[in-house]
Structures are given as structure tokens and as C-alpha cells.
């Protein structure tokens, strides 16, 4: 079976990775909005996004550590076969994203490669997409899923460790999500944010065996047929970490994803989603890299907070794409092994479920969330907030002595946190104005209100 | 019977009885990271590490893992570097008996924060598979440390705090280090040692936030099925973070160099983490 080249891209790599910027940067400007479904390679120092995506997502390299000082193997070289497995790792978990993605409709997927010698650092990656108005930067309201890795040695075993980090382009730069609670007239609007938006997930184990096998199996299902079905004649996709794979997703008709490469070469169709419904392909990563599950439910609630137009029957299906990748993941890793991914798919299904008016339904899922992560002050503000805002249309004295507290203790956790202090300062404005409801005397109330002010963000 | 033959029934009944009582293990040395908050490792008893090596591979195993379990929580780190260090040979016997003044002055001195040790032992499931339990102990050394500076001045210490797995309910492991290397239960007796350590260094506000996040992770070990000891001795440690908290509050407000509008001064002593009172 003759392998599909793309000997143009493979050309500019070879001699020299910078000049596949323009080509690239190009091609993404040519992304037209409506039709953003797409799939690059890029430098991580160029990192950008399709500017015609709702949602972006970068899959930043999987780095091959060695073994730690005083381990079995610490001071060895690095094999040169786990580096490069390690560089296929996240080119095969860009491939897997993109084609899960490509339900949740305008989206684009770039995986980010380093030079030689370089790291590719997530927050610098963060500020090149985040500058309002820059070039290759992502649009006020449009979101971006960050994802990268690490592969490493302990014991003659091989872990495979994911990292996520999500957020939406706000006017000035990236912003956390905030949901909105009314607890009271003339209270004004409280806020939440969710109790983490960057997350490591739990190390999974990985043989050598298991890493070439995912290799191979992967080949073997990326053939790319003349016509959507799988009897056509195909060819394999000769896909090698170091070469650049750029590619207009062109068009879907069921299972089926067509390809069409930016630089020249043949076209087709790939069945990529041959048992979304049921499960993971046979062929999937997801076998062995549940958080594939987790980052596609992520990305589809990313999804969901993007800036524009969504009919509620494409809503309802990105909300149970959703649910289908945070129930996968979680058949996969028990709580106990992964309470804070457990805890955070708790708060998005709550934050769906209060934003579909199912505010019982909410509720219990943000004191779930609350009891996975005890101590994240997120977590707690999501069940202070939602559970004021049931208690009625008034807060009333009592109401407000608990809500006062709670929110108190969840600011004993992170005394840092912007929305929280916010939402403090607006509540003891409003007792200000609604002294027989404050838990606190006038004279220190004032005091209070001014400690507050001196801690807030400027 | 002769002298001798006496002599060596009491040197024999003698052995018995000192086999009888717990073993006085020895204590070696081990090495903390330099600068850093460190946790130590140490070599647990019982019959599941017998083999030459297993002790030692078990414990790499056991850092490695909750290495991860740190990273993992990065997001959160307030203002902690806390590193984990394997020591091999290093095996205090089950009780704390090892653990005098010098032991302890000397951990302190080197920023040790918690000394993790133990007893691992096989036993069959009931599906006929091998299922490992363990007792494991964590010396809050800054507890341990007050304690022995208050001797005689009453009041028991939690400092020695000793949980078993698996508990009831959870899901059987064979694999030991899975067993306990819980998270949330190192970063509790984490958070509440660093707590307390920065509170004698008079870091006010760190100190307050290490001691409130100790005490929301002790208080989900708390609602777990605990019995006997353990049960006792984890509601004493609650109560000495409660009023750790309390103190880091009333300190920082009577300290002069506290800030004016530090946000400290936001608390009452009395509900320091302002729980719910529900």
C-alpha cells in the first residue's frame, strides 16, 4: 500500500521550520468563519489560532522525562525512541481531539511543535494567543483548550501524564468563565467561576509494547479511501511526528471526515468516529488515554461559552457529547483515583444544569463537586451561591449571616481570588444599604468594606 | 540444674519477653532536600516487603506517586514547595517511641514537616486474591515539636496520627502503594504541618490559609468510616488546627507589624475559617 506524503510540507521542515509559518499563517487567515474545521502543525514560538473558530484547540508537545535523581535509571540518556514516542504521543492525541471535536462544529485544532532544544511553555503560548487584537490571536469570546503532556519512567513502567487548561478571550485577554447569581434586589450580580480551569490528570500507565501498538493500530485505521465507505479503495496516511500535517477538514458525512491537505496531495475520507455513540473506536487512543474523553467534554463546554449563534437542538447535542465524555472518563478512573477531574466534571454539569433552569439538579451537583475538592475555594463559592439564590427572592437576616460565612470560608482558601473578593465587597455594600440583614455591626462594616477594597485586584 | 543451664533459661525467657514487646527499630538518618519543606519516607514493617529490595523499591514507588499526586495540585500551591524523600533503612518502630526531643528538634531544625512510616501486611480478599492493609502513621513534627517543648503542661498531642486501609467501602487494590498513597490524605497532614510551622515563623497569613485548607481536607477524612484511634486522634488534630487558625488570627492582630488592612483582620479568632455553623 503506497503511503500519502505531503513532500512540500515535509520539504519546508526539513529545511527549516520557520519558513512554514507564512504558509500556515496564511492558510488560517484564509479560514472562512462558518467553515472553521481544520487541522495544523505549527512552531510553538508562532503559536496562533484559526481566526475563524469558535473554539481552538492546542495540543501543546508530551515531553519524554527521564527518571528522577535516585530512581532506577536517573541519569541515563534519554532514549531516543521514547523522545520520539513522546512527540508522537501528541501528535496522535492532536489527531484523536480534532476528530472528536469536529461534532461541536467551528472549531480548530493545532498541534504546537518546539524546536529542537526548546520548550514549549503553556503560558507563553497563552499570551501569544491572548494579545487583544494581535495577529493569530483568538477573538473576544472565542475559546481555547490548551492540552500537553509529559511521558516518563518509573520502575520499568512508562506513565503518560495530560495536562488541560481552558479559557475564553475576553476584551483585554483571556478570562476564566464566570457564572452570574441574582440572590437579591439591589444586591446586584454575585459571581462564580468554576473550582479550576487548569488541571493535571492522573498518570496513566503505558508499555513500550502499548505505545508501539497504538502506533500501529492508529495507521491501520487512518486510511484515506476515494469515498466514505469502507470498502473503497484506500491508502495509509504515512504520518511521522516530525512532519507537518495540515489539513482543511473539508466535509463529514457520518463516521466519515474528509481530508483535504493544505499543501498539495491527494484527498479523502477517513472514518474517524466508528463508535462515538457506544465508545471509543476500537482503534482509539482513548483505550489507554481516558482524559481524551475528559479534554473532548471540556472542549464541548468551551464550546457551548463561545461568542455567537448556537440553535438549541446543536445545544442539546453538544450538552450530551458532553456528558458522553465526562461518563467515559469517569468508567475509566474511579473518584478515588481522580478526585479533582471528578470534582470538575460535578461543577460543569452543575454549571449546565443551573444555566438550563435545573437549579435542584445544579446544586447537588456543585456540593458534589464541593465534597471532591474540599479544599478548593471554587467549589465552595459554586454551592454558597447557588444555594443562597434558591433560598428565595430575599436573603433575609439568616440568609445572609450563611452566605457571609460561606463565602468567608471559601476566601480562607484562596485569599486571592478576584471574584470572590468582588463578590464580598458587593455583599457588604448591600448590607450597607440593607443594615438590618448585616451580620455585622456599622462600625465594622466600614472597617470591613475598606480591608476588602485594599485587597481587591486593581 | 546447674547454674549455667539457669542462667540460660533466664537469658531465654528474657529474649522471649523482649521479642513479646514492640522492637526499638533503629532510627537511621536521612537526608531532607536542602531549603525545601520536606516529607519523609521511611521503610514500613510487616510481612508484605520481606524480600531483600522490596523495602526500598516500594518506597521510590511510594515518592514517585505522590509526586504526582503534588503536581497534580499544583493550581492550588499556596506558597508550598513541599518535596518527598524515600529512606530506605530508615524504620521507627510502630508506636513513636523513636521520636524523643532530639529526634524531633533535629527534624524541625531541617524543615522536616511530616514523617510518614507504618505496617504493611497481606491478607486474601474475599475473592481469594491478595489484598494488602496497612497501617500508616504521619508525626506532624511541628506538633511533636510543641508538644515536647509543653511536656507536663497536659493536654494529649495529635501529632502522631495513624489511619488504616483499605477502610470499609473502598475499592480492594492489590497493588500497596495505590493503597496509601491517598492524596488528599498527605496534603491534609501536609497542610496542617505547614501550617503550623509557619505560625511559629509568625507567617501570619500564609500560616491561616495552610491551617483552614487542613482543616476542610481533615474533615472529609473525618466523614470517612474511621474507628477507635484513629477516629479520636484525628478529631484532636481537628481541634488543634481549629485553634492554630484562631491563633494565627488573634496573632497576627495583636502583632503591630501586621498590615492595617490585612485581610486577617477580616476574622474572629473564634471562627477563624468562618465554618459553617450548620
Known amino acids: 500500500m503506497k503511503p500519502l506524503t505531503m513532500p512540500s510540507f515535509s520539504f519546508l521542515l526539513r529545511r527549516g521550520r520557520r519558513a512554514l509559518v507564512p504558509l500556515l499563517l496564511s492558510a488560517t487567515a484564509a479560514l472562512a468563519p462558518g467553515a472553521a474545521r481544520a487541522g495544523g502543525v505549527e512552531p510553538c514560538e508562532y503559536a496562533s489560532v484559526f481566526s475563524g473558530a469558535a473554539l481552538n484547540l492546542l495540543v501543546l508537545p508530551y515531553r519524554y522525562e527521564a527518571p528522577r535523581l535516585g530512581g532506577e535509571g536517573a541519569g541515563a540518556r534519554v532514549p531516543q525512541e521514547l523522545e520520539r514516542a513522546s512527540q508522537q504521543l501528541a501528535s496522535l492525541v492532536h489527531l484523536e481531539l480534532l476528530m472528536g471535536l469536529l461534532k461541536y462544529g467551528s472549531i480548530g485544532a493545532k498541534h504546537l511543535q518546539a524546536m529542537p532544544g526548546e520548550l514549549c511553555d503553556v503560558d507563553k503560548v497563552l499570551t501569544q494567543i491572548g494579545r487583544p487584537g494581535g495577529s493569530g490571536a483568538l477573538k473576544p469570546g472565542q475559546s481555547a483548550v490548551l492540552v500537553w503532556g509529559r511521558l516518563f519512567e518509573q520502575g520499568g513502567q512508562f506513565y503518560l501524564q495530560s495536562y488541560l487548561r481552558f479559557v475564553r478571550q475576553g476584551p483585554q485577554g483571556p478570562v476564566e468563565e464566570r457564572l452570574g447569581f441574582e440572590l437579591a434586589p439591589g444586591l446586584g450580580r454575585l459571581e462564580a467561576g468554576l473550582p479550576a480551569q487548569a488541571l493535571a490528570l492522573a498518570p496513566r500507565r503505558i508499555t513500550r509494547e502499548e505505545l508501539a501498538r497504538v502506533d500501529r493500530d492508529f495507521r491501520q485505521a487512518m486510511q484515506l479511501r476515494s469515498e466514505p465507505r469502507s470498502e473503497a479503495p484506500g491508502r495509509s496516511i504515512e504520518f511521522q511526528p516530525q512532519q507537518a500535517f495540515a489539513y482543511w477538514v473539508t466535509g463529514t458525512r457520518g463516521d466519515w471526515m474528509q481530508l483535504q491537505p493544505m499543501a498539495g496531495g491527494p484527498a479523502g475520507w477517513v472514518q474517524v468516529r466508528g463508535g462515538d455513540e457506544a465508545g471509543a473506536p476500537a482503534w482509539s487512543l482513548q483505550r489507554w488515554l481516558p482524559e481524551l474523553a475528559f479534554m473532548d467534554a471540556v472542549s464541548g463546554f468551551m464550546r457551548l461559552r463561545a461568542a455567537g449563534p448556537m440553535e438549541a437542538a446543536e445545544r442539546r447535542r453538544t450538552e450530551r457529547a458532553i456528558e458522553r465524555g465526562l461518563q467515559r472518563y469517569e468508567q475509566a478512573l474511579s473518584a478515588e483515583q481522580a478526585p479533582l477531574a471528578w470534582g470538575l466534571a460535578a461543577a460543569l454539569r452543575g454549571w449546565l444544569a443551573w444555566e438550563a433552569g435545573q437549579r435542584e439538579a445544579a446544586l447537588a451537583q456543585f456540593e458534589r463537586s464541593r465534597a471532591l475538592m474540599p479544599d478548593y475555594a471554587g467549589a465552595r463559592q459554586l454551592v454558597a451561591l447557588a444555594r443562597a439564590s434558591l433560598a428565595g427572592p430575599e436573603l433575609g437576616e439568616a440568609g445572609s449571616a450563611r452566605l457571609s460565612r460561606e463565602l468567608m470560608a471559601a476566601l480562607a482558601l484562596a485569599p486571592d481570588r478576584p471574584e470572590l473578593l468582588g463578590n464580598l465587597q458587593r455583599l457588604l455594600d448591600f448590607f450597607g444599604r440593607r443594615p438590618e440583614w448585616s451580620p455585622y455591626p456599622a462600625e465594622q462594616l466600614g472597617q470591613r468594606q475598606e480591608i476588602l477594597r485594599a485587597a481587591a485586584p486593581r | ?278
Open chain 2, 1 to 278: 540444674m546447674s547454674l549455667r543451664f539457669s542462667l540460660l533459661v533466664l537469658v531465654l525467657a528474657l529474649s522471649l519477653l523482649c521479642g513479646a514487646a514492640p522492637a526499638r527499630a533503629a532510627l537511621v538518618d536521612c537526608q531532607p532536600v536542602p531549603g525545601r519543606f520536606t516529607v519523609f519516607l521511611s521503610e514500613p514493617s510487616g510481612s508484605l516487603l520481606s524480600q531483600p529490595g522490596q523495602p526500598r523499591q516500594f518506597l521510590q514507588q511510594l515518592q514517585f506517586e505522590l509526586d504526582q499526586n503534588r503536581d497534580a495540585r499544583w493550581v492550588l500551591s499556596p506558597g508550598s514547595d513541599v518535596r518527598f524523600v524515600a529512606c530506605p533503612g530508615r524504620a521507627p518502630a510502630l508506636d513513636g517511641q523513636d521520636f524523643g526531643r532530639e529526634i524531633v528538634d533535629a527534624l524541625h531544625t531541617r524543615r522536616v514537616l511530616l514523617e510518614v512510616w507504618g505496617q504493611l501486611s497481606g491478607a486474601s480478599g474475599p475473592d481469594g486474591k491478595p489484598q494488602p492493609q496497612a497501617q500508616m502513621n504521619y508525626l506532624l513534627v511541628p506538633l511533636q515539636q510543641a508538644a515536647n517543648e509543653q511536656a507536663g503542661a497536659g493536654g494529649g498531642s495529635a501529632a502522631l496520627q495513624r489511619l488504616r486501609y483499605p477502610e470499609a467501602g473502598a475499592a480492594p487494590t492489590p497493588d500497596p502503594v495505590q493503597l496509601i498513597a491517598r492524596p488528599s490524605d498527605i496534603d491534609a497532614f501536609v497542610a496542617s504541618a505547614f501550617g503550623l510551622k509557619l505560625l511559629r515563623e509568625r507567617s501570619y497569613e500564609l500560616a491561616h490559609r495552610n491551617l483552614c485548607r487542613a482543616g476542610q481536607l481533615l474533615a472529609a477524612i473525618a466523614r470517612r468510616p474511621l474507628v477507635g484511634r484513629s477516629k479520636e486522634e484525628l478529631a484532636r488534630l481537628r481541634e488543634q488546627i481549629a485553634s492554630a487558625a484562631g491563633q494565627a488570627v488573634s496573632q497576627a492582630k495583636a502583632d503591630a507589624a501586621y498590615p492595617r488592612l490585612g485581610l486577617l483582620r477580616l476574622r474572629e479568632a473564634a471562627r477563624p475559617c468562618d465554618a459553617e455553623e450548620e
